[in-house]
């Protein structure tokens, strides 16, 4: 089973990924949690180069950046992890790219899902929770660190992705189930495993 965790920045998606894990184990699965971009060495050379503020990558460049990563990915840890039979935790997959660069950097959001069925060979979530929260109060979570290349994006830029999510989880309501991140995390968490087992 491939679960997938969406959300803007500063929504808990690390929070609730830890928490769910635990869940999941308890209840007797394999769980293994892998991130993007990342989770696997050429994913993660390539990470560095998206959060490196002190690069300016074009939004072209950008979503076919996260692309690759995310083949690699698929191609080396999720198609034989799920073959296995365990259940992946992933903090982020297709979905971001269709609200960042899609809608968020104006690519076009069809243009960017048929770019990612083609790098994932069309894998697609069991299951997504998309966190909930004002961006704002996102940002305000994550003041204290040092921010990388997105997270320095305006206000207006994390309006059109959560627009975007929304547009999402309105379109796919049987897989995007939609959790109020302002809660307290345990609420997240327990929200979030009712999401699962429905």
Do not use: C, W
């Amino acid at each position: 089973m491939l679960i997938t965790v969406e959300g803007t920045e500063g929504a808990g998606k690390t929070t609730l990924v830890a928490g769910l894990a635990l869940a999941l184990e308890e209840r007797g699965q394999r769980v293994v949690i892998l991130r993007e971009p990342g989770g696997a060495e050429v994913s993660e050379r390539i990470r560095e180069l998206l959060k490196d503020p002190a690069l300016e990558i074009d939004a072209r460049a950008e979503a076919l950046l996260y692309a690759a990563a995310r083949a690699q990915l698929v191609a080396q840890e999720l198609r034989p992890l799920l073959e296995a039979g365990t259940t992946v935790l992933l903090d982020r997959f297709v979905d971001s790219s269709l609200a960042y660069q899609g809608a968020a950097r104006g690519l076009g959001v069809e243009e960017i899902r048929t770019l990612n069925a083609f790098g994932t060979g069309g894998l697609t979530p069991d299951r997504t929770l998309l966190l909930r929260i004002d961006p704002e109060v996102g940002r305000g979570r994550i003041a204290d660190r040092e921010h990388d290349r997105l997270e320095l994006e305006d206000a207006a830029f994390f309006s059109r992705v959560v627009a975007a999510y929304d547009a999402l989880a309105a379109a796919e309501p049987d897989r995007i189930a939609v959790i109020d991140a302002a809660q307290p995390p345990e609420a997240v968490l327990a929200d979030a495993v009712a999401a699962l087992s429905q």
